[in-house]
């Protein structure tokens, strides 16, 4: 690698990139080539521009393993119990990675639907992930994608067969544990929704309390024609965790894709999210809450390739910053010339409940269309004096009525789910983090 620092955890990279048996050549390329571009590039430092408030440094430092092959431990099994909602159409558990059927539920999975690991597709046929897999998620885009090429070894392989609708969500649980030692997860995921098709999806990631450990997932999805995915995400990893995660979506004409993230975990998150209009009359909505204390960062970025017209984004992320944590927002809307009609909203705003706490925030609009409406802003500040004077003049003590403005603030990016199960779990965990009585 190119920079020296680098070193300890270059000296267990080609350990833990070491080929599975069974993949096909073609996988077997691309993690080659994965390899070879992050020896090529190292990590990313805080002299790129994308990474300029994000250092790694305590990543590229770090001496991570692979995990133990026996996860079905009490403490795992605990901390999935807990990670689960109610009314899910199916479950599968990840555990450092990798798929533990034993703790997952797939008895009945309603009819067009498969789901299951990225390893056993590619060890069979493929027949999911041919086509999708390394397509969008370019190695050039980002260092910590080509780390993921060249040592991912499972994930969820999910496809909705055409004019499949389905109510119940399927939910992905992301469980990452090294018994005391530092361990390196790498989930690909792979999602295929059919023409015409409806899923939704929720996507939880927990781990170790008090563990430092690294998790690095990219997720594909391809939505064909009219179809539509509801993806809920929710980070709840451990304080001291790393999580860097990356989804890439291509949508079809007339698709809508939605994606609700929380991030409430970890040292240092990133969470990215790249849409690519491929087709009219596509939708694309994003909302995200952050909420991070003491020295936590938390970074969301996200990109919107208009390259088509006629197509609409609605886009609001809010972080709430207490002590001496830190945001980070980059949103970017790219309109292409050819794509006229455009509409798209974006909005960013951060509530400071502490001097020490910073947020860098970078709304971008890029347009090459005239005939678009197009709109980006960003907003940062305080409790508002006005709320917290109106619910004091009404008897409230004033601890009472800023837990209260701070709650009604994160709460209006939960109110818009349509997974009532991870609503009421959301709105629990908000309460409790706040001190609120449950409602």
């Not at 006229?340 to 409940?353: E, P």
């Not at 709650?407 to 997974?419: I, K, M, S, T, W």
Request: proline share 4%; with cysteine.
């Amino acid at each position: 690698m190119i920079v020296t620092e680098l070193t300890p955890f270059a000296e267990q990279f080609e350990r833990l990139s070491q080929d599975p048996a069974h993949f096909p050549d073609w996988v077997q390329s691309l993690r080659q080539s994965g390899r070879d571009r992050f020896h090529q590039v190292g990590f990313p430092t805080t002299k790129w521009e994308d990474w300029r408030f994000t250092p790694v440094t305590a990543i590229a430092q770090g001496r991570f393993g692979s995990g133990p092959e026996n996860s079905a431990t009490s403490e795992i099994t605990e901390w999935v119990a807990q990670a689960s909602l109610a009314d899910m159409a199916c479950r599968l558990v990840f555990v450092n990675g990798r798929l533990q059927p034993g703790l997952s539920q797939l008895d009945s999975l309603p009819a067009g639907l498969t789901v299951g690991g990225l390893a056993d597709d590619l060890e069979a046929d493929g027949e999911i992930a041919t086509g999708v897999l390394g397509r969008q998620a370019n190695i050039e885009h980002s260092p910590f994608t080509a780390l993921n090429a060249a040592l991912f070894r499972d994930g969820a392989a999910i496809r909705l067969a055409d004019g499949v609708e389905i109510e119940a969500p399927l939910h992905l649980i992301f469980v990452t544990s090294g018994g005391g030692d530092a361990v390196c997860s790498q989930a690909r995921n792979v999602v295929r929704i059919g023409r015409e098709s409806r899923l939704k999806l929720v996507e939880t990631h927990v781990g170790a309390p008090g563990e430092a450990y690294l998790t690095n997932s990219v997720t594909e999805i391809e939505l064909g024609e009219a179809a539509q995915l509801d993806h809920h995400k929710l980070q709840s990893d451990s304080i001291a965790g790393y999580h860097i995660a990356t989804t890439y979506v291509s949508q079809a004409a007339s698709s809508r894709y939605r994606n609700h993230y929380f991030a409430f975990g970890g040292a240092l998150s990133r969470n990215e999210i790249h849409c690519y209009h491929a087709g009219e009359q596509v939708e694309t909505v994003l909302h995200g809450l952050y909420l991070v204390s003491g020295s936590q960062l938390a970074d969301c970025r996200t990109r919107i390739d208009h390259a088509m017209p006629n197509c609409v984004s609605h886009e609001v992320y809010k972080g709430i910053l207490d002590d001496r944590a830190r945001g980070v927002f980059n949103g970017k809307i790219l309109v292409y010339p050819d794509a006229q009609k455009t509409d798209a909203k974006q909005s960013n705003q951060a509530l400071l409940l502490s001097d020490d706490a910073v947020i860098d925030t970078k709304p971008e609009l890029e347009i090459y269309a005239d005939d678009v409406r197009c709109t980006h802003g960003a907003t940062v500040g305080e409790l508002d004096p006005k709320g917290l004077f109106y619910l004091r003049s009404r008897g409230i003590p004033e601890s009472l009525a800023r837990k209260m403005l701070i709650f009604a603030f994160a709460n209006d990016v939960v109110q818009g789910l349509r997974v009532e199960s991870l609503k009421r779990h959301l709105e629990s965990v908000l309460l409790a983090d706040h001190g609120l009585p449950s409602v």
